[in-house]
Structures are given as structure tokens and as C-alpha cells.
């Protein structure tokens, strides 16, 4: 088993950064991928970016490219989304999750464990 707590979230103007942490407790060592999706209100999850266990490779969707960057500290076992510029159409419920396939994944169903979520609110 492996336990995600995401944090960071809140609430800020358009243009404005945050930054996401998901913190991964238990059996890490069976993880192959991380990823961070979320979900608007009336809409399907989304794939936003994931990385590697080993930091080595990387995915983002295209909506976020140039904008959000997706990072890991291995002592910490946390993995950061780091979200600049951001808009209004990003307002979403952000998840964490952790996956034990081999290989990067856009598809929430390739991904074992999940976090609560934090509410990220853009305003115009």
C-alpha cells in the first residue's frame, strides 16, 4: 500500500503560482510513476503531468505546458507540481496518484493510489 497527502492548494489571481506537494508514505519502493490529475466540477478527471519514481522522464498535458512543472525530492519521497501563470480554466480539484505499472501514463485508470485532492481556485 502506498498513502499520498497532497497539500498547497488555494485559493489565487490569475497569473499568480502555487505550488502542490503529495507526500508518498508505505511501500514507495513499488512505485513506478507518479502523476497529478485533476478535476472541474462537471467534468471528467484530467491528466495533468507525471514523472518517473527516478525523476527521469516526464509528461505534461498540453494545457499546461511552459506553465507547470512536475518534480520529486527522492530523501523527501515528495512529488512537487510547481504551477505558474495560472488561469482561470485550471479551477479544479488537484489529485496525487501513484501508480505500479511500468511506464508513464495520461490515463487516471493506470494508477493504483490516490490522495484526497486540494482545491486550486483561480480568479480573473
Known amino acids: 500500500q502506498v498513502q499520498l497527502v497532497e497539500s498547497g492548494g488555494g485559493l489565487v489571481q490569475a497569473g499568480g503560482s502555487l505550488r502542490l506537494s503529495c507526500a508518498a508514505s508505505g511501500r514507495t519502493s513499488s512505485t513506478y510513476g507518479m502523476g497529478w490529475f485533476r478535476q472541474a466540477p462537471g467534468k471528467e478527471r484530467e491528466f495533468v503531468a507525471n514523472?518517473?519514481?527516478?525523476?527521469?522522464?516526464?509528461q505534461y498535458a498540453d494545457s499546461v505546458k511552459g506553465r507547470f512543472t512536475i518534480s520529486r525530492d527522492a530523501a523527501k519521497n515528495t512529488v512537487y507540481l510547481q504551477m505558474n501563470n495560472l488561469k482561470p480554466e485550471d479551477t479544479a480539484v488537484y489529485y496525487c496518484?501513484?501508480?505500479?505499472?511500468?511506464?508513464?501514463?495520461?490515463?487516471?485508470?493506470?494508477?493504483?493510489?490516490w490522495g484526497q485532492g486540494t482545491q486550486v481556485t483561480v480568479s480573473s
Open positions: 496518484s501513484a501508480g505500479k505499472g511500468s511506464g508513464l501514463f495520461t490515463g487516471w485508470w493506470n494508477y493504483d493510489y
Open positions: 514523472i518517473k519514481w527516478s525523476g527521469s522522464s516526464t
